[in-house]
């Protein structure tokens, strides 16, 4: 093989692996903006709680104190405040 078939093999080797590279790329930011889940302040949501049943809370609070995660201060209908994370909550 001359240099500049070696070259030219190289160089469609790099290309396929950065199209391969860049489809998993997005594959990811897909699937982690189906996975974020973002709420805003006075939202009101459901609650997962532990035991497998939901409850309506409010957004009272949004914090991005330990980026890049996102937790939340949700108020119960009883006037309880909790923090949670976006995982246990749903619209």
Not at 19 to 37: G, L, M
Not at 65 to 84: A, L, M, R, S, W
């Amino acid at each position: 093989m001359t240099r500049s078939n070696k070259k030219k093999s190289k160089k469609q080797q790099n290309n396929k692996e950065s199209k391969e590279n860049n489809k998993e790329s997005k594959e990811n930011n897909k699937e982690s903006k189906e996975n974020n889940k973002e709420f805003k302040k006075d939202d009101i949501v459901s609650y997962n709680n532990s035991d497998g049943t939901k409850s309506q809370v409010k957004i009272i609070g949004v914090h991005f104190d330990t980026p890049p995660d996102v937790y939340y201060t949700i108020e119960f209908e009883d006037g309880k405040n909790k923090q949670t994370i976006s995982e246990r909550l749903s619209n």
